[in-house]
């Protein structure tokens, strides 16, 4: 028999009869040393590491009914607003002894549905979305809702209210971009938003068309182009907004990429930025701080965002109650270069 075939057959009785225990005494051990003499701990790591001994985790934690796994599903796993929230979120789930599993859904419900059924298999503890769907068939009621595994909402938020859902205020973040231009003197204010069905480009629209309003500006529909969040969309909207007579002194981007699209083409045409436009975008993402010119952006708190997210999952999966189940972080308005006053 091989090495490698002796090792797999080693069994936890094996362990508590070299070192002298009960087999729970080497399962308390293994799962929780801080509970168990020192004396013992050390007797039974010792031979642990003498028989080069590796648990089954994904055994074990189907008869305790845990996996100790964690899933996050992102909609572009290549974009870079959800690094540093996936980093957060495995700092959060490593402190606490957990895994954490990454699905990249291409923003396909059929694969969101693919991927949930790794909790319903107990593969995974419990899902942290970030797509206004729930990935699982339910009906929309509260005893169906409660009946759900645990999930945690953010970035595009679900309309179920007993999802705990981690998001900033997207209203107010497009209030805060708009006042910045009109404080700037802008009024002719061009918008380049992300789909037109979805949660973010709704609320974000919304404080954009509220805080023109409250200048006593009208908002020209023509002057807005709807898009993807993507660095294309950027160009695209450009392409659209700049070209009209009576084009627009300056661009509110709702998403990051949408900016760094827009400031690529607006120097491909001759533009200058902020001489001749200013553009804002929203994020935060850190590719914005070297843009040419850096990036004026409403930042989201990404890592505040992940780890708030793994602590409710955490509270969820161990039976305690979230405090509040809409949680709302501050965003930031970071002025850098790319926003200046309008052009005569």
Known sequence: MSRRNAVSNIKIKDIAKAAGVCEATVSRTLRNPDIVSEKTRKKVLAVVEQMDYTPNSLGASLRQGSSRNILVMLPDITNPYFSPIVRAIEQEAIAKRYSVLLGDTLDDPKLEHAFANMVRSRQADGVIINSQRIPFDYLRRPEKASRLPPIVS?????????IPRVVVDNVEVGRTATRHLLELGHRRIGLIAGPADLRTTKDRMLGFHEEMQKAGLKVDPQAIFYGDYSTESGIEGVQKLMLRPDRPTALFCLGDLVALGALHILRELGFRVPDDISVIGVDGISMGRYSAPPLTTVAQPMEQIGKTCMAT????????????????????????????????
């Open 154 to 162: 953010a970035s595009e938020i679900v309309d179920e209210e007993e």
């Open 313 to 344: 999952m955490i509270d969820l999966i161990e039976g305690r109650a979230p405090a509040n189940k809409l949680i709302l972080l501050p965003h930031e308005l970071i002025i850098r270069k790319t926003t200046g006053p309008a052009p005569a």
